[in-house]
């Protein structure tokens, strides 16, 4: 009899840990390796994984963590993540895709004086993306590390354009390193998401190019920004500092979105808007009108819109009044150029901005 009851408990015992459903408690990303880190309660029998539609590739099984290779862009790149194995289906959770753009400019100018020509302006621009689980991760890491992803580039911004000075050619990308390592002519950064107050906060971001080393210091520390799990990114601080010598520098964050936002679950109370002192802007390319649209949350009152060409030559200028929140035009039609550098001066500030006016 005690033989047979010995032989029920193991039986008993061992059936229930075949039969665990699996659960996710939280997704981790290590960018530098492409991989996906599923942390959770799976049963020792592999099953599969899959996000959205896609199903991802497998690298080593327990019944505490799932470690998969992660596409860096594109389908299976982030989006609801689910386990699968004989004894059922887990529950969902959301590997959401931050992307954003960062723009650090300086410029000098011709004179003190109206029209200010412009004589230079460069600067760096960041195309930031990362993945993060962003729900409250159940173990209490609710201060967790991003490095960006394999997706994210930058660029060196020159105007005018100056041959011969070893300056990286116009729209040449610096594209993504690993921040363990150094390599020339390449972007990394790093940085914390806090879960609980919901701010993200930048590590220096990193842009190299040895040929430009003396004057380039490719380096910035983005301001900390705030998001919530509805998809919003708000509160960055415009910076605008006067320079010795009537030269000038700035920053700006644009486009900022969160892709596979979880939902309104965790999310911050009286949800985020744009930055009010932020003009977003966008242009078409190839059309007829040939019209730069601009894009506010916020009043700019009277603004002076300039667009220079790549050498630095003022193409046109006009006030433009922005009294209000809206989409606002600037006519290009007639002007043969294929990029330009186009620059708005308000009493709240100046952004620039580098724009194609037609295809290649």
Not at 53 to 78: E, N, Q, V, Y
Not at 202 to 213: Q, V
Request: with cysteine.
């Amino acid at each position: 009899m005690k033989y047979i009851l010995s032989l029920l408990v193991i039986i008993l015992c061992g059936n229930r840990l075949l039969a665990q459903q699996p659960s996710i408690s939280y997704l981790l990303v290590d960018e530098a390796k492409s991989r996906l880190l599923i942390h959770g309660s799976f049963g020792i029998d592999s099953g599969s994984v899959s996000i959205e539609d896609t199903t991802l590739g497998i690298i080593s099984w327990s019944d505490s963590l799932i470690i998969c290779d992660l596409p860096d862009s594109g389908k299976g790149a982030g989006g609801h993540v689910e386990v699968q194995t004989l004894h059922g289906l887990s529950n969902k959770r959301v590997l959401s895709i931050f992307s954003l753009m960062v723009d650090y400019l300086y410029w000098g100018w011709k004179g003190v004086s109206p029209p200010h020509e412009l004589y230079l302006g460069e600067g760096q621009r960041w195309s930031l993306n990362w993945r993060a689980d962003i729900r409250t991760h159940p173990n209490n890491s609710n201060a967790i590390r991003f490095e960006i992803s394999k997706s994210s580039y930058g660029n060196y911004i020159q105007v005018p354009y100056i041959p011969g000075y070893n300056f990286p050619p116009p729209n040449y990308q610096f594209p993504w390193r690993d921040s363990s390592s150094v390599t020339d002519s390449s972007i990394s950064m790093k940085g914390s998401m806090d879960l609980t107050s919901f701010r993200i906060k930048f590590d220096t971001l990193k842009m190299s190019y040895a040929r430009l080393a003396q004057f380039f210091p490719g380096k910035y520390i983005p301001s900390t920004i705030n998001f919530d799990t509805n998809g919003y990114i708000s509160n960055y601080i415009h910076v605008q500092d006067h320079l010795p010598v009537e030269n000038y520098e700035s920053d700006s964050l644009y486009n900022a979105k969160i892709l596979f936002a979880p939902g309104t679950r965790n999310s911050v109370s009286n949800p985020s808007q744009n930055n009010p002192d932020l003009i977003n802007i966008f242009y078409n390319i190839g059309s007829e009108d040939h019209i730069i649209k601009l894009h506010t949350s916020s009043s700019f009152g009277e603004t002076t819109a300039s667009l220079y060409s790549i050498d630095g030559r003022l193409l046109k200028r006009e006030k433009i009044s922005i009294p209000a929140p809206g989409i606002y035009s600037f006519d290009v039609s007639g002007l043969h150029t294929q990029l330009g550098f186009f620059m708005l001066q308000s009493a709240k500030g100046v952004v620039a901005r580098k724009v194609m006016l037609s295809e290649p």
